[in-house]
């Protein structure tokens, strides 16, 4: 596929959905008008971990429109239980809640206030119990145990609250530790912060005839079918999952979190029933894994890394969820794109009473990249090497085995890193006040994956795409109606994608890991391949030509007499007097390699260089980012518009951790800042002063056109970035994030007050 | 939110005829930026809530009589803000008129409502005390005129008595050529809620006065002038033994979500200085 | 139980009446009674900006008003801001620089993003950040939002848009009638 004439494919194509955007017409799950829906409240204890004594729905009952008060006791018993990798979770609390937010109980009534009135009235007798909500509580010899061994009756740990251990690396640390001339050593903590999507979680149930409907801001559709259909014992067939758009999801929204408890309430009551989170409640249900990472480096004299020695303790919360799998994965990467001899990565999950972390942009690679690189800005300046030159010096280059057992380095890496530099101006002299840190971050997209998509080209060659990707803002629909615009030569506006309907869309494993473009624009361009397959016969057909003959591609019919004509020529007269369309089906898979610890190699990798100069405010504590540069791999950007929105986007969203975002804890272990008042996230007042995004293109992605998967890179590194800008400005270190101005300040006045340490 | 019944009145007697009646389950509603959070957070569980913004003997305007500036109970801090005299003349004012929350929040809040609400953070305290602002109150027994620092008593609690409300805000018309400011700390630059707030008067004559809030039950007015603190020559020993008496009356909360003691009167003593000069250069530069 | 309060309220220059709880915001009554979703509901306390309206031209979060208060006040909505067919140029600026991302805060950036224009026609970029700080966004930098508002507020701006065309110039309509074979035929 040559670059000459790409006309849609690469260009800022007008975002798919967007007049609905733009217009107030976008309809996301609280926005669907719901006949005779009956409205949820759901009611919590106040504690961070309690035992359920009793509940009297009496009162609540008593409220004229309420219609149900469902507790444990309307379940099943056994409690059904689901998760996607350890079905841990109940439908609703059952004799104990284990965080600040668990449900006890779902108020049904005919109104919000109804259902708001009722589940004020609902009386839980409980007692709270006590709770762990740190790494070291939850490690302590004589920890209350978070989940109930019976749950993982062949596990090894489960008399702890350790939920998984991770172990990986390769070489010989011990010979390589004679070989290094300077060892880095440090700990850094990373804090517990929320998605915090504009859209709070949403969800509603319906029976519909003898199966159900469930609708979801969810991410996976087909995931949470089959999660329905198993805890309802229904067959997938029955089990409808609607999921308009979701309104920012950031992999929050991956998981089954309500759906389940809808879906039993809805079957019981025998009606449609909604829930819509509260903002409050979407910080209880979802959020980061927490970390303490100690990283040991080991380096010669000319900077050339030796060896390194990783430990890790992930905060996870009182359920599973995906929280594991971001262990592993961020772990098995944690040595980032460096050529090492000797790694030795440990990586701990420990459950706590607190929300259950799930997947979030990044997916565990954040809290490691933070660890790391500012473990190697360290080492540059211990070993008085330049932290560019340092990184270069130890980079992987395109094609190097830089993780064994896994894909090899895919991007120019390198070049990533120096265009971040040269952009920054790394080197220049610096006004006083300010300081430059760079910092790079990699993550594995999806280690397995499947896409299929049906493609249908209409009689007028128009087009219908049915792909099951949730597009969350991230540009998913744009990307395919662009590839199939390309590809069958309809006009962009003429190409309508259907998602989010698993009774007309078919199968698509899940949209994380930033894959959808990858595999389901693979599957799309399939799709495309066996429609111009069947163009060719139609052609060859209609001239009376061979069809070996004919090649179709990019919206056009290539005759062997050299006459090229549009494919809506050759369909019009193919399809004759019946009509009809052209269906072509594709799929897109990547198999899973069961000895591979994560269950497969990276499809890709995403990488990205950010770099930045703040100024800081000595008395005040306030750092302020002057620039900020983030370059990312890309392979192809289908749609720079999109690439810059996304990548941007992932840069402010990493600067919220870095200088702002945290949960507070009372005494108790409960949540002290739900909500937006106390928890704060950038605002338009707090960009940096300049915003600098670029993409390298090499195509040397697997995906449609060269493309790579983007859009969590640029939030990988921005931590250790600016921290090491910070440091620059005033000599300052950080271990802990955010760096807000109090902390900052806080560094700064001990430091004045304590030496310099010798050679420090 | 509990149910409540609303009242909508045209005149201050049937307000304070409503409060009569109702009591302490009665609340006013006037923007609402504050009322309505704490209605919905179940703080607050009146019975009625009483809409002020259609009373028309209460302005919704600023205006300016021969010694003083009279901000109507219904006016709003966007309108605060952009008012030629209050630029002019009541610059700690107009400052933080502007950072109260965002455009929205502005558009709605009243000066009258943030001082009722009274909030020891509340931005245009400070300024107000230093300017010597009265609150003008009405009530069964007819108005009243408080002195801004006796109308605060302590967080969310004010000197109105049982039937009063807040009719107006006045300010004495500068006397003396001055320049003023406020300066706060928050926790991000977009809007936010101040760990510390403060606003500077320096006069002509060379007299400086402080008020702040955010570090205690209530804004506070600074506990000596600061006139030394203008003096260029002043050492760091004798700077900080004034500073520490301006500031004698913090006590900032040690459980406090937003920021810690020590940070907070740390705070003080920096944006004391950065206000003074600041409202020194304001001075300087003469008025408009 | 209280009594309901009549509200009658223009709407996007639609006279609407409704009959509401005392307690019920202005955001319940847009979404819930009127049917207008398009103002959103997140944080509900007036930090987000996804529920901001404009009264009387003003931008105000809709979660921290009464429906009751809103009787006989001019009210609009992002439904309001085009005319027919005709997208504001807000709104056309926001498609051109690709501002909106998942969109849930972009009905609450449009409506403030005009009260601003309509304020200060020509705004500096720092007044678009002010004017903007109370509306959220967590899917963009706020780059391409910001650069939408000082596009649409820039008189040498001719709305065109910034994307790939739409369509290739110059080509007939795909679906002409008479380059069908036996068009107009019944089926056999």
Partial sequence: ?760 | MRPFAYERPTAIRDVVGLLGVHGPAARLLAGGTDLIIRLRDGSIRPDVVVDVKRVLDLSDAISVETDRLVIGARTVMTDIGAHPVVRRDFAALADAAMVVGSAQIRNRATLAGNLCNASPAADTAPGLLVFGAVVIVVGPTGERRIPLDDFFVRSGVTSLGPGEMVAAIELPLPAVPRGSAHVRRTRRRGHDLASVTLAAIVEADGVARIAYGSVGPRPLRGAVTADALLDANLGDEARDRLLNQLFAGASPSPTSLRASPDYRLAMLRVLARRAIDAARARLEAGPG | MTDLVSVSVEVNGRLREVTVAPHHTLLDALRDDLGLTGTKECCLVGECGACTVLIGGRSVDSCLMLAAEADGLAITTVEGLATGARLDPLQQAFLDTGAAQCGFCIPGQLVSARALLAETPRPTREQVEEGLAGNLCRCAGYEQIIEAVLRAADPATDGSPAGAPARPSGEPHPFDVANVPDAGLAPQ
């Fill in chain 1, 1 to 760: 596929m040559t670059d000459a004439g790409r006309r849609i494919v690469g260009a800022s194509a007008p975002r798919g959905g967007g007049l609905e955007r733009v217009t107030g017409s976008q309809r996301y799950v609280a926005d669907l008008p719901m006949e005779g829906v009956l409205h949820v409240k759901l009611v919590t204890v106040d504690a961070a971990r309690a035992r359920i004594d009793a509940i009297d729905a009496s009162a609540a009952l008593a409220v004229p429109g309420v219609r149900a008060v469902f507790t444990a006791r309307d379940l099943p018993d056994p409690m059904p239980r689901f998760g996607p990798q350890v079905r841990d979770r109940p439908v609703i609390a059952v004799g104990e809640t284990k965080y600040h937010g668990d449900p006890v109980a779902a108020v049904a009534a005919e109104t919000k206030d109804s259902a708001e009135a009722g589940a004020a009235l609902v009386r839980v007798a409980f007692e709270p119990l006590t709770a762990v909500v740190t790494i070291d509580d939850a490690l302590a010899a004589d920890a209350p145990l978070v989940q109930d061994p019976a749950l993982r009756p062949d596990d090894p740990n489960a008399g702890r609250n350790v939920l998984r251990e991770h172990r990986s690396g390769w070489g010989d640390l011990a010979a390589a530790e004679s070989d290094a001339d300077c060892v880095v050593e440090g700990t850094w903590s990373f804090p517990m912060v929320t998605q915090f999507a504009i859209e709070p979680h949403a969800f509603a149930a319906a029976p519909d005839g003898d199966g159900i409907i469930v609708w979801s801001s969810i991410q996976h559709p087909n995931w949470l079918q089959r999660v329905i259909a198993s805890l309802l014992d229904l067959p997938l067939s029955k089990v409808r999952i609607l999921a308009p758009d979701p309104g920012g999801a950031f992999g929050g929204k991956q998981h089954a979190k309500y759906e389940p408890l809808l879906a039993f309430l809805a079957r019981a009551l025998g009606r449609p029933v909604r829930l819509v989170l509260s903002l409050e409640e979407t910080f209880q249900a979802v959020r980061r894994g927490a970390s303490r990472i100690r990283v040991r480096s080991g380096f010669r004299r000319d900077g050339t890394l030796v060896f390194r020695d990783i430990d890790a303790d992930y905060l996870v919360g009182a359920y599973a969820d995906i929280a594991d799998r971001t262990v592993a994965k961020g772990s098995w990467t944690a040595n980032g794109p460096y050529l090492v001899p000797a790694v030795r990565i440990v990586a701990r999950s420990i459950l706590s009473h607190t929300v259950p972390s799930t997947a979030f942009r990044g997916f565990g690679n954040p809290q490691q990249i933070w660890a790391v690189e500012s473990n190697l800005d360290e080492a540059a300046r211990r070993l008085g090497i330049d932290p560019v030159e340092l990184r270069l010096r130890n980079l992987a280059h395109h094609g190097d085995a830089f993780l064994p057992g896994d894909t090899p380095a895919d991007g120019e890496w390198p070049e990533t890193l120096r265009r971040a530099a040269e952009r920054i101006g790394w080197g220049s002299p610096l006004s006083a006040g300010r300081g430059r840190g760079i910092a790079v971050g990699l993550k594995s997209g999806p280690t397995t994956g499947l896409s299929y998509s049906t493609v249908r080209l209409l009689a007028d060659g128009s087009v219908v795409v049915y792909a099951g990707t949730s597009d969350m803002g991230q540009g998913a629909r744009t990307i395919f109606a662009q590839i199939v615009a390309e590809e069958l030569g309809a006009p962009i506006d003429w190409v309508t994608v259907v998602m989010g309907d698993t009774v007309v869309v078919p199968y698509d494993q899940q949209t994380s890991a930033s894959r959808s473009s990858v595999l389901m624009g693979n599957a799309i361009l399939a799709a495309c391949r066996d429609i111009q397959k069947k163009l060719r016969a139609m052609a060859a057909r209609l001239e009376g030509v061979d069809e070996a003959s004919i090649v179709v591609e990019r919206g056009e019919v290539r005759l062997p007499d050299d006459r090229v004509l549009p494919i809506r020529d050759v369909l019009i007269r193919g399809l004759g007097r019946l009509g009809g369309e052209v269906i072509g089906v594709g799929e897109f898979r990547k198999e899973a390699e069961p000895d591979h610890p994560l269950g497969g190699t990276a499809a890709f990798y995403e990488f990205n260089a950010t770099a930045v100069e703040v100024s800081v405010d000595r008395e005040t504590g306030d750092v302020t980012v002057e620039r900020h540069v983030t370059v990312s791999d890309v392979g192809r950007s289908l749609n720079p518009a999109q690439v810059r929105g996304q990548d941007e986007g992932a840069a402010v969203m990493g600067l919220g951790h870095t200088l702002m975002e945290h949960y507070q804890f009372d005494a108790e272990g409960r949540i002290r800042n739900l909500g937006a008042i106390d928890y704060r996230i950038p605002t338009s007042m707090d960009l940096p002063k300049s915003m600098e995004s670029d993409a390298i293109e090499n195509g040397d992605g697997p995906g449609p056109y060269g493309a790579k998967g983007m859009s969590e890179g640029a939030l990988l590194c921005v931590a250790p970035a600016v921290a090491a800008a910070v440091r620059d400005a005033t000599g300052a270190v950080f271990h802990d994030l955010p760096l807000t101005p109090e902390r900052v300040w806080r560094a700064l006045r001990d430091q004045e007050s304590r030496p310099e340490p010798p050679g420090g």
